[in-house]
């Protein structure tokens, strides 16, 4: 483990290198414990530098074993080597120059997997963000570009495959029962996109002809056996390979493309240059062992790496800071892709649910920052929901405010202009302003003021004059760093509803910019005034969610309800019932903090049961609906005092007051919306296992509720299905035999499945209430739980901190005291995980003063540690400010 040096980077100092990387040729010998790398590098120096400069190459946990400069020995007189860095001096003033670097590594050993590793037997490298100066000394930084040639020679037969960038050049037999592969890639790029895989896999195999007529081969690397659990993969690779010739005019540049699933991973996946790394959790399903959630994220995930190889490869990041460039653009294409192939609008609600979900904490607490950072203390720690999602939404309004063709333009231009480059977010940026002629300077603070922007809301209509008016404001809040803020860009897509369900359109405005459907605040308080307005209309605002904000309107239930009835836009619709329910979820948790008995909530339930038994409307955004804000939702909504005890009860008070209510509906959602014939994944079939399922949770709380979920567990025949009873079963009757019983039957159907027993960890470790720490610790010791591998603990651990509310934050601070010696137990084996599971005390500060006093204290457990790795330095520093 490398081990905090303080040391922080700024994007003000910024500079180019002082030598120019022309190819890079690298040899890998691989061995479990002792791989040899051979790097040769050919650089120059580049014109108008300091003729003098030294070359200075990176490294972690490195020990040089040769370094020849144009093939001689170089006196040691002539650099400096240490485990982080190997400086050379004297190098030639305008000539070419080789650079050969050899090093010894152990990928047994490596724990923290980046860099050289190894999983499963199979030899794998992650080498994003600064992974590739674990394997040799390098220039290990995105704005060095150069095509690399690879040689992989290893023991055949444990090592049939050898696999790296680019297109296969060739390969043969070696000496001692090794082979060898030679790899080119001829595509310039950084040292993070560089990729080595090699082992023993079975394959998948496909072919897809681009749009101007190449053949590329399609492979999809799982293990022996898996392999018919990679064709949904395979089909949605096809898919997006497809749909960004069609959307974005992209066509894929070799004449392979590869994607290895491996059991041990860091993250979801990797865009390495025509070969994929990815978790297996996101390449393999099946129906009897993954559920519509899996099959949705495997569709996008693929997606995403794919589109890629054009936003992040073919054009890349010039420094980290610019992360959001490929990640949060990347994003918003993997978006519209899911939105073209599934349901836009339930598409958009998951979305918009998970941006609020873990973006907007992550805006409101210790650990805001902009979608365009200017100072990190380690990279690792910005691969985060705001530089992703909200980096996607801030995407996403380009194209709102700019309009789909212009911005379709825009996109041209950035890929016209920048293939091949290693480019800033100002150059994106500048693309849009050139394709539009519009100046978006303002709108460019998007990218760098951090905090979820809070608009307050109020509206009049004048009957005399048929004026209606709509006053906002917008205020930010300080963020670490931030104090204070500038007014925003904030497109504001809107409606004005009449009462007979139709849309009002208005003969004037004054006051501001209204361009078609949408408003765009630019001041800090602005009247847009609507003439020629017969009645008075209803305001439906931030439609589509076209800007990610908190809205502070207090509109009438009647005016939400007029919304959930006739919004043309079903997300709108959804919003607005969100707006009803959220305040009486606040009332009842207020009311039982207060020992006082909630009230019955017959106007909220009526119109939640009311759209439930709508057949016109799609069974998916039913089920959405039903899906009640969640307990998290109700805790940002407070915002501070949080007891997640009151919150539980209270929600859980008002599922049962709906189950009451809904009985008829719900048992006749659960037994006509079963689906006939085979499994499909399909998102309308999918759409009816959740309302199903939906209709299920919901009579678990009337009379029979265990036994008529345990006969529902005993009858599925999917994944979606199994694991949805499993889960009412769990948290619902945790202690009962039928609790026992269907878990006990599901582990032993599952217990060679890695991916689904991460499911049987994960609903336990959410069962609600303070006894689950008990169980989570039981189930460290579980013969199954395997602590090296980062699937099972996110899935115990992570599911246990992130998810469980009641859980983690009982009231003694037991949970959080676990938490952090957890983290001082996993941090010298892997920091990144460590670090990750660490942020779900982001918003400790929220909680009512006795636990955020135990939190507190937990933090500082962690913060006292003698030695910690920079990632878990660099959290709790930030966490306890
Ligand atoms: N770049 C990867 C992705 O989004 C994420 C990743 C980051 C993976 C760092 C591994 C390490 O798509
Ligand atoms: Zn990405």
Same mark, same amino acid.
């Given at each position: ?37 051979? +790097? ?13 400069? #030294?070359?200075?190459? /990176? ?21 400096? &080597?240490?485990?982080? !860095? ?73 090592? #049939? ?36 895989? +090699? ?5 998948? $195999? ?9 053949? &590329? ?69 099946? =129906? ?10 495997? $569709? ?39 939105? /073209? ?11 918009? %649910? ?53 911005? !379709?333009?825009?996109?041209? &231009? ?38 979820? =922007? ?40 809107? +409606? ?46 931030? %439609? ?24 043309? /836009? ?12 959220? #305040? ?52 940002? $909504? ?99 035999? $039928? ?65 469980? =509310?009641?859980?983690?934050? %009982? ?30 005390? %982001? ?20 913060? !006292? ?15 306890? !400010?």
């Amino acid at each position: 483990m490398r081990t905090d040096t303080g040391q922080i980077i700024h994007l003000a100092d910024y500079r180019p290198t002082d030598f120019v990387l022309e190819r890079v040729d690298l040899t890998f010998e691989l061995d479990p414990t002792a791989t040899k790398i051979e +790097a040769r590098l050919i650089f120059h120096r580049r014109e108008g530098t300091d003729p003098t400069a #030294p070359l200075i190459l /990176d490294g972690d946990e490195l020990s040089l074993s040769g370094l020849l400069i144009d093939q001689n020995e170089i006196p040691a007189e002539r650099y400096d &080597v240490t485990a982080e !860095k190997l400086v050379i001096r004297d190098l030639p003033e305008s000539t070419p120059f080789e650079v050969t670097v050899i090093t010894i590594i152990n990928p047994e050993a490596n724990t923290q997997l980046m860099g050289l590793y190894r999983t499963n037997g199979v030899y794998c490298t992650q080498c994003e963000a600064e992974g590739f100066r674990r394997i040799t000394y390098f220039p290990d930084r995105p704005d060095v570009l150069a095509p690399y040639t690879i040689t992989i020679i290893a023991d055949k037969a444990a090592n #049939p495959l050898l696999l790296s960038n680019g297109n296969f050049l060739g390969g043969g037999n070696y000496d001692e029962g090794r082979h060898f592969a030679a790899w080119f890639d001829p595509h310039p790029k950084p040292s993070y996109l560089f990729a080595l895989v +090699a082992g023993d896999l079975g394959v998948v $195999e496909d072919t897809f002809e681009t749009m101007s007529g190449n053949e &590329v081969a399609l492979k999809i690397y799982v293990e022996h056996g898996k392999e018919p659990r990679a064709a949904y993969a395979m089909d949605a690779l096809k898919r997006s390979m497809k749909w960004d010739e069609e959307r974005f005019g992209r066509e894929y540049d070799l004449n392979i493309f590869q994607i290895v699933a491996v059991s041990d991973f860091n993250m979801g996946a990797m865009e390495n240059k025509g070969l994929n790394v990815f978790n297996d959790k996101y390449v393999l399903a099946d =129906p009897e062992t993954a559920t519509d959630q899996d099959y949705a994220n495997i $569709e996008a995930i693929i997606a995403h790496e794919y589109f890629h190889n054009w936003t992040g490869n073919r054009i890349t990041c010039r420094d980290w800071f610019q992360l959001c460039l490929k990640e949060g653009l990347t994003v918003f294409r993997d978006h519209e892709f899911s939105a /073209d192939q599934r349901s836009r609008a339930v598409k958009r609600i998951a979305e918009v %649910r998970h941006l609020k979900a873990e973006q907007f904490p992550e805006d409101a607490g210790p650990l805001a920052h902009p979608v365009r950072p200017t100072a990190y203390r380690e990279i690792n720690n910005f691969y985060t929901t705001t530089v992703y999602e909200k980096g996607s939404e801030v995407t996403r309004m380009i194209q709102t405010v700019l309009g789909r063709d212009t911005f !379709k333009k825009g996109m041209d &231009v950035y890929f016209e202009r920048h293939d091949g480059d290693a480019a800033t977010v100002e150059d994106f940026v500048k693309c849009f302003e050139d394709a539009s002629g519009k100046d978006l300077k303002q709108f460019s603070l998007w990218y760098h003021q951090a905090g979820t =922007p809070l608009v307050s809301v109020s509206t009049a209509y004048d009957s005399a004059s048929q004026t209606f008016s709509v006053s906002l404001e917008q205020t930010v809040q300080a963020t670490p760093g931030q104090p204070n803020k500038e007014p925003m860009h904030i497109p504001l897509g809107f +409606a004005l509803l009449l009462d007979n369900g139709s849309l009002a359109s208005a003969s004037s405005v004054k006051g501001g910019d209204v361009t078609g459907e949408v408003l765009h605040l630019t001041e800090r308080a602005q009247t847009f005034t609507f003439g020629g307005i017969g009645s008075r209309p209803v305001l439906s605002l931030n %439609r589509g969610f076209s800007a990610p904000i908190n809205l502070h309107f207090e509109q009438s239930s009647t005016d939400l309800l007029h919304i959930v009835r006739h919004e043309p /836009d079903l997300f709108a619709r959804w919003q607005a019932l969100t707006d009803l329910a959220l #305040p009486v979820l606040m009332k009842a948790t207020r009311d039982v903090r207060d020992g006082r008995q909630p009230e019955p909530q017959a106007e909220l339930i009526a119109t939640l049961l009311e759209v439930a038994a709508d057949d016109t409307l799609e069974p998916a955004f039913r089920a959405q609906v039903l899906a009640l804000p969640s307990e998290a939702d109700i805790a940002r $909504e407070f915002g501070s005092n949080n007891d997640p005890d009151a919150i539980h009860a209270a929600r859980q008070g008002i599922l049962a007051d709906i189950a009451k209510a809904g009985q008829a509906t719900f048992e006749t959602l659960f037994t006509s919306l079963v689906n006939e014939g085979d499994f499909t994944p399909d998102a309308a079939s999918a759409g009816r296992r959740a309302l199903r399922n939906a209709a299920l949770s919901y009579l678990s709380y009337l009379d029979g509720g265990a036994t008529r979920a345990a006969e529902a567990f005993a009858s599925t025949n999917n994944m979606t299905d199994t694991i949805q009873a499993l889960t009412v079963l769990a948290h619902r009757f945790p202690g009962q035999s $039928e609790t026992a019983n269907a878990l006990g039957a599901f582990l032993k159907r599952f217990q060679d499945n890695a991916l689904v027993l991460d499911k049987w960890f994960a609903i336990q470790a959410t069962i609600p209430g303070a006894s689950t720490l008990a169980r989570v610790k039981a189930l460290m010791e579980d013969p199954h739980f395997v602590a090296s591998n980062p699937n099972r603990v996110r899935s115990l651990i992570g599911s246990f901190t992130f998810s469980n =509310p009641t859980g983690f934050s %009982r009231a003694d601070g037991e949970g959080y005291r676990f938490l952090a010696q957890q983290i001082l137990a996993i941090d010298p084996k892997n920091p990144q995980l460590a670090a990750r599971l660490l942020t779900s005390m %982001r918003s400790w500060r929220s909680l009512e003063p006795s636990r955020a006093a135990h939190a507190e204290a937990a933090l500082s457990e962690i913060d !006292k540690a003698l030695s910690l790795s920079t990632d878990v330095r660099d959290i709790v520093e930030r966490i306890l !400010k």
